[in-house]
């Protein structure tokens, strides 16, 4: 029974956090990261993630426009840098804006 | 190979089964990123655990990246068989099949009873023969109609294309509007909900006639079984007056009751549970097809097997029948009769019959049935 409500728990959190995982992401991207630099960034804020969830999302938002990327070779490895591109600097700042209203939507509700 | 090198091994497998996945144009692309953030992970985890690299180390970061098809699945659009666009025309082309099926079924059965001797019981095997070659036809049908959905699937425009999606829909709802009776499928955000379509009536059910189709038929099945002699015409003749004459002939009990039984004995139950539920159901209308359908090959049966319409002895002499009017009855009386019920015979077949069919197409063309209550008229 316990396992049952923790599984189901862990599933709709997992959907709450699917919800902000971009606008957090992006928000971290003003300045170039590579996809491990990004995580332990993040981490170190409190958002946890996958990186089997993260880097193909950062592939998504570049597709999309949102991100750029290139290529560096740094000490003896080659990784892909990216950062925010002045079409996801846009959007970010309208969706902080929508989450701020959602905030405040939601502390009405809750 | 030395230690060092067989655990970055698992490394390079693990980034080959992702990559086989991958699209060719973007594979290497993805998997040097991979790499790379596979040889960054393990480092820093190195260095935080203060330890050296291993083969355990880097399975549990493998294991934290997830199955190889689940990472490469993430890099990929979510792809489907037949996905949420196509699967409205899917269930469409299923309801043309399915019908399609049961017209092919019912000249199955047409055919069978023609080619086949009289009795019901061979009818039913010829068509049961008929069974694994229509079978494979239906098989490669469905095969087909997947194919070609799946196809469509995939070139269809995507989802960000707007315009091309609205008139794909358009296309959807004129063709649903020629076939099927379900609502219009919505175009995206323009539907209109005024073509939304109407409740049903026909789920309805009125007690009273269910209770009395119940009692006819128990009245027809303690008839036929009990008093089958009293199934019988009044013929009066000025040289014997008026006599009864038994209708139902030798080979009737034999070749046709247990079947009419059957047929009456499903109906009973069916309207029970009918009558139980309230109203009709998607399972209840299937049943009602079903023993329609079996009505209906009783009737043919009728048509082309022992005849229904006779003298029989045992009758005869329970109403006292002379052998003046036994004679009468077998070689004007009866014959005369017998090309009249086949007659009637044809004609129900055929109005039962497009009943049935009419009956077929309406449920497959439905939504959800909903059951609603008993009607008020009752």
């Known amino acids: ?110 | 190979m030395t230690r060092k090198q067989d655990y970055k091994d698992l490394f390079f497998r693990y980034i080959d089964s992702v990559g086989r996945q991958l699209p060719k144009k973007r594979r290497d692309d993805i998997q040097e990123e991979i790499l790379s953030n596979l040889e960054d992970t393990l480092e820093d985890r190195a260095q935080t655990e203060n330890r050296e690299p291993d083969e355990e180390m880097v399975v549990e970061i493998l294991k934290e990246f997830g199955p190889p098809e689940k990472l490469a699945a993430a890099y990929l659009p979510q792809q489907y068989l037949i996905g949420p666009r196509i699967y409205p025309a899917f269930l469409m082309a299923m309801q043309i099949f399915l019908v399609i099926v049961v017209l092919q079924i019912l000249v199955a059965a047409v055919a069978s009873i023609s080619s086949s001797s009289s009795d019901l019981v061979d009818i039913v095997i010829s068509f049961g023969q008929a069974i694994p070659g229509f079978l494979a036809t239906v098989y490669s049908t469905l095969l087909s109609i997947i194919l070609v959905l799946a196809i469509l699937e995939r070139v269809l425009p995507q989802a960000d294309d707007e315009a091309k999606i609205e008139a794909w829909v358009k296309v959807q709802n004129l063709f649903s509007r020629f076939i099927s009776k379900t609502d219009e499928l919505p175009a995206s955000k323009h539907w209109n909900p005024r073509v939304l379509k109407q409740i049903e009536k026909e789920n309805l059910i009125s007690p009273r006639k269910l209770v009395l189709d119940i009692v006819l038929l128990f009245g027809l099945f303690s008839l036929f079984n009990i008093f089958p002699q009293w199934i019988s015409a009044l013929n009066h003749n000025p040289e014997w007056g008026w006599k009864f004459v038994p209708l139902l002939s030798s080979s009737f009990a034999a070749a046709y009751l247990p079947w009419l039984d059957l047929f009456w004995g499903l109906k009973i139950g069916l309207n029970a549970v009918v009558l139980r539920q309230g109203a009709w159901s998607q399972l209840t209308r299937w049943f009602q097809i079903g023993i329609k359908t079996l009505g209906i090959m009783i009737l043919v049966s009728f048509f082309r097997g022992s005849p229904v319409i006779g003298l029989n002895p045992d009758y005869a002499a329970f109403h006292g029948l002379s052998g003046d009017v036994q004679s009468f009855a077998k070689e004007s009386l009866l014959p005369g009769l017998s090309e009249l019920f086949r007659l009637i015979v044809i004609i129900n077949v055929v109005i039962h019959g497009l009943a049935w069919l009419r009956m077929v197409l309406g449920l497959t063309s439905q939504g959800a049935i909903i059951p609603l209550r008993v009607s008020k008229k009752g």
């Open chain 1, 1 to 110: 029974m316990m396992t049952e409500k923790q599984n189901q728990l862990d599933s709709l959190t997992l959907e709450l956090r699917r919800g902000v995982v971009i606008i957090a992401v992006l928000s971290q991207l003003d300045e170039e990261q590579y996809g491990y630099s990004l995580v332990k960034l993040m981490a170190s804020k409190g958002f946890e993630v996958d990186q089997g969830t993260l880097y193909p999302l950062l592939r998504r938002l570049e597709e999309k426009g949102l991100l750029q990327s290139e290529w560096r070779v740094e000490g003896s490895r080659p990784r892909r840098y990216y950062v925010i591109s002045p079409q996801g600097k846009e959007i970010l700042t309208a969706l902080k804006d929508e989450w701020d209203a959602l905030v405040q939507v939601m502390e009405g509700v809750l």
